[in-house]
């Protein structure tokens, strides 16, 4: 039984896993889970439920090191040998500036749509950029913590709400209707990029120990209370991924109006139906859903990425001191000018850091399972998910690998 100075304890422990879920319910979730229940109905439902239970355990081990040991993630890569890092700093310098990129665009478009008055995207851009930078810069990581958790709440009361009402409107698509199958090679793409950032990229479990060793500066945390936020924020990201594929098969799966698949131009077009469905008073309520779901993902970016980048450039060498202010500045202006320069190549380029994600998810997932430390115990049923989540992820990587080979001309 948990006491009541238990309960507080976790409570005011809170953070590291609710920023994590802020960070993962952008992209994978808006975009991708919603567009899987556009496309699909309910067929990919199981599917995205799976992927959360096997990518589990290696988001947890980030956690659970960190714990541990009193220190991120990057240095247990750094103990296993610089090559990881090389390999990590590499994944992470192009989905920094490509991820950036992406919601940062996605966010001012949807901030745009949602405005009475007409302001250009690219202004937009800069005005979402500077505001999470101010809060950022001096706000640092309490303030992240704070933005967050107000973030959550409001997006979680939000989405559940919509998809309350659209399952009290029922279902659009007409009764008999089937629709297409994901189970074909030209759907193959499609699940690769869902999987990669389902529920987000694996290298966010080096961003959640970040956020974790900053939240101990703040005050002491137990293994329990880091573990109970952990599993608070991974489990709330996966039931709001189930979520919003309720909503697109609620709302858009079985329509006669085409599903376009551009991420800024997918969400408006939710939000245009979610009118037509529901009513036009409920168009406010899903573009603040849409829009608070895009700039929790931003801000969250911003942030992990450049602690992130800052720790594995100091301990490969490149840079003596924190330089967290520099890697944020500098992965910002970077971002900006790959929409200012390649705006009408940002969908293939985020589909790129997708597909990136999703082939090296066993990679780091294998390295997150051996930096467990000796001394701590792992339960039988936490191995052997680790082991099949493994051998799944790997399955699944090698037959695309495969599949990619044999589709060439």
Same mark, same amino acid.
Request: proline share 4%; glycine share 10%.
């Given at each position: 039984?948990?006491?009541?100075?238990?309960?507080?304890?976790?409570?005011?422990?809170?953070?590291?896993?609710?920023?994590?879920?802020?960070?993962?319910?952008?992209?994978?979730?808006?975009?991708?889970?919603?567009?899987?229940?556009?496309?699909?109905?309910?067929?990919?439902?199981?599917?995205?439920?799976?992927?959360?239970?096997?990518?589990?355990?290696?988001? %947890?081990?980030?956690?659970?090191?960190?714990?541990?040991?009193?220190?991120?993630?990057?240095?247990?890569?750094?103990?296993?040998?610089?090559?990881?890092?090389?390999?990590?700093?590499?994944?992470?310098?192009?989905?920094?500036?490509?991820?950036?990129?992406?919601?940062?665009?996605?966010?001012?478009?949807?901030?745009?749509?949602?405005?009475?008055?007409?302001?250009?995207?690219?202004?937009?851009?800069?005005?979402?950029?500077?505001?999470?930078?101010?809060?950022?810069?001096?706000?640092?990581? %309490?303030?992240?913590?704070?933005?967050?958790?107000?973030?959550?709440?409001?997006?979680?009361?939000?989405?559940?709400?919509?998809?309350?009402?659209?399952?009290?409107?029922?279902?659009?698509?007409?009764?008999?209707?089937?629709?297409?199958?994901?189970?074909?090679?030209?759907?193959?793409?499609?699940?690769?990029?869902?999987?990669?950032?389902?529920?987000?990229?694996?290298?966010?479990?080096?961003?959640?120990?970040?956020?974790?060793?900053?939240?101990?500066?703040? %005050?002491?945390?137990?293994?329990?209370?880091?573990?109970?936020? /952990?599993?608070?924020?991974?489990?709330?990201?996966?039931?709001?991924?189930?979520?919003?594929?309720?909503?697109?098969?609620?709302?858009?799966?079985?329509?006669?109006?085409?599903?376009?698949?551009?991420?800024?131009?997918?969400?408006?077009?939710?939000?245009?139906?979610?009118?037509?469905?529901?009513?036009?008073?409920?168009?406010?309520?899903?573009?603040?859903?849409?829009?608070?779901?895009?700039?929790?993902?931003?801000?969250?970016?911003?942030?992990?990425?450049?602690?992130?980048?800052?720790?594995?450039?100091?301990?490969?060498?490149?840079?003596?001191?924190?330089?967290?202010?520099?890697?944020?500045?500098?992965?910002?202006?970077?971002?900006?000018?790959?929409?200012?320069?390649?705006?009408?190549?940002?969908?293939?380029?985020?589909?790129?850091?997708?597909?990136?994600?999703?082939?090296?998810?066993?990679? /780091?997932?294998?390295?997150?399972?051996?930096?467990?430390?000796?001394?701590?115990?792992?339960?039988?049923?936490?191995?052997?998910?680790?082991?099949?989540?493994?051998?799944?992820?790997?399955?699944?990587?090698?037959?695309?690998?495969?599949?990619?080979?044999?589709?060439?001309?």
């Amino acid at each position: 039984m948990v006491g009541k100075k238990e309960w507080g304890g976790r409570l005011k422990a809170l953070g590291p896993g609710v920023l994590m879920a802020t960070a993962a319910i952008g992209g994978s979730h808006l975009v991708a889970s919603t567009q899987a229940g556009a496309l699909f109905g309910w067929q990919l439902i199981w599917l995205i439920l799976l992927v959360n239970i096997l990518k589990y355990p290696f988001f %947890r081990f980030g956690v659970e090191y960190t714990l541990a040991n009193n220190e991120s993630l990057l240095s247990g890569y750094a103990r296993r040998g610089k090559v990881y890092l090389y390999s990590f700093m590499l994944l992470n310098i192009v989905s920094a500036v490509v991820n950036t990129a992406g919601v940062l665009l996605l966010t001012a478009s949807l901030l745009q749509y949602a405005l009475p008055f007409s302001v250009s995207v690219t202004l937009l851009c800069w005005i979402v950029l500077a505001l999470c930078l101010v809060i950022l810069l001096l706000g640092h990581y %309490r303030a992240l913590d704070t933005v967050a958790k107000i973030i959550m709440v409001i997006l979680t009361l939000t989405t559940i709400t919509a998809a309350g009402l659209a399952w009290q409107h029922g279902s659009n698509a007409p009764i008999g209707y089937v629709g297409p199958s994901p189970w074909q090679l030209s759907s193959l793409g499609f699940l690769v990029a869902l999987i990669g950032w389902m529920p987000a990229p694996i290298e966010f479990s080096a961003i959640t120990s970040q956020w974790l060793l900053a939240k101990q500066q703040q %005050r002491s945390i137990t293994r329990g209370q880091g573990l109970f936020d /952990f599993n608070l924020g991974f489990w709330t990201a996966a039931t709001l991924a189930l979520v919003f594929v309720s909503l697109g098969a609620l709302v858009q799966y079985g329509t006669d109006q085409p599903i376009t698949m551009a991420s800024a131009a997918f969400a408006q077009q939710l939000v245009d139906m979610y009118a037509q469905t529901i009513g036009n008073w409920a168009r406010p309520l899903v573009a603040t859903i849409a829009f608070l779901c895009m700039f929790g993902t931003t801000i969250t970016v911003l942030d992990g990425y450049a602690r992130t980048l800052d720790e594995a450039s100091g301990l490969l060498g490149w840079q003596a001191g924190s330089r967290q202010s520099y890697w944020l500045i500098v992965q910002s202006c970077v971002g900006m000018g790959v929409i200012l320069f390649f705006k009408s190549a940002l969908g293939p380029m985020v589909t790129f850091a997708m597909t990136l994600a999703f082939l090296t998810t066993p990679v /780091f997932a294998w390295l997150n399972y051996r930096v467990m430390p000796r001394g701590l115990a792992m339960s039988l049923p936490l191995r052997l998910l680790s082991w099949v989540g493994f051998a799944y992820l790997t399955g699944f990587t090698l037959f695309f690998l495969l599949s990619k080979i044999t589709m060439a001309p």
